[in-house]
């Protein structure tokens, strides 16, 4: 079975561009979580979906915002960029939000220069 | 707001030395997962413990749960080359969301 794939692969964006990311989970998951991971640091949460709807949110700005498609698909979007985006971003998913084990795709390389 | 705190953050050790590796926090989880992680790639999930006291073997990996389900330890025996990579630790709070350690950076040389 395919895993988690993410897209673009790499992403290079300018200050006050906006971005969105692509997840989609592996197939027989309906929950998909979102992650920024800033060079040397463990990911930090930023949102959770399950169903279509947000299940859970992290300390992330409103200019931060996701949706969950009908496919269990997900995006996440990215309005007003900072220097400070520059990350990677990590999408999970897992077969509900109860579920213990989440699995990773491979991260967007996010660069905003 | 970090949670979960790994040490140590660094690690570099011959092959063939034995390691372990420590993740604390203040809170209860109610399960707790170690990963790896490659440069460039998104972590890999390696085990997960959820009962206080449990201790999981993964070949050379033994993982271990602490009994009040605050804490965690890896322990790698006879480490090798392959087993280079950051290490992390999440808990699961069962508010849907997972915090992660700082990471422990393992290196082994040959």
């Known amino acids: 079975d395919a895993g988690v794939t993410q897209s673009p692969t790499h992403l290079i964006k300018t200050r006050g561009q906006q971005v969105t990311l692509r997840c989609s989970p592996i197939?027989?998951?309906?929950?998909v979580s979102w992650y920024q991971q800033v060079l040397g640091q463990g990911p930090q949460f930023i949102f959770q979906y399950y169903e279509k709807e947000e299940r859970g949110r992290g300390n992330f700005p409103d200019r931060f915002s996701a949706r969950q498609f009908p496919n269990y698909s997900s995006e996440l979007n990215v309005n007003a960029l900072l220097l400070g985006d520059s990350a990677l971003y990590l999408c999970?998913?897992?077969?509900?939000?109860?579920?213990?084990?989440?699995?990773f795709g491979p991260g967007t390389r996010l660069t905003v220069t | 707001t970090q949670l979960l705190e790994q040490s140590p953050q660094f690690l570099s050790i011959q092959e063939g030395e034995n390691l372990t590796v420590y993740c604390n926090s203040s809170s209860v989880f109610s399960s707790l997962q170690w990963y790896r992680q490659e440069p460039g790639e998104g972590p890999v999930l390696l085990v997960t413990?959820?009962?206080?006291?449990e201790v999981k073997k993964l070949k050379r990996l033994t993982f271990q749960f602490g009994d009040a389900r605050k804490d965690s330890s890896l322990h790698i025996t006879a480490a090798q080359p392959g087993d280079t990579g950051l290490y992390l630790c999440?808990?699961?709070?069962?508010?849907?969301?997972?915090?992660f350690g700082t990471g422990t950076s393992l290196t082994v040389i040959p």
């Open positions: 999440a808990g699961d709070d069962t508010g849907n969301q997972f915090y």
């Open positions: 999970a998913s897992s077969r509900s939000p109860s579920s213990y084990e989440q699995y």
């Open positions: 413990v959820v009962t206080g006291g």
């Open positions: 197939s027989g998951h309906k929950s």
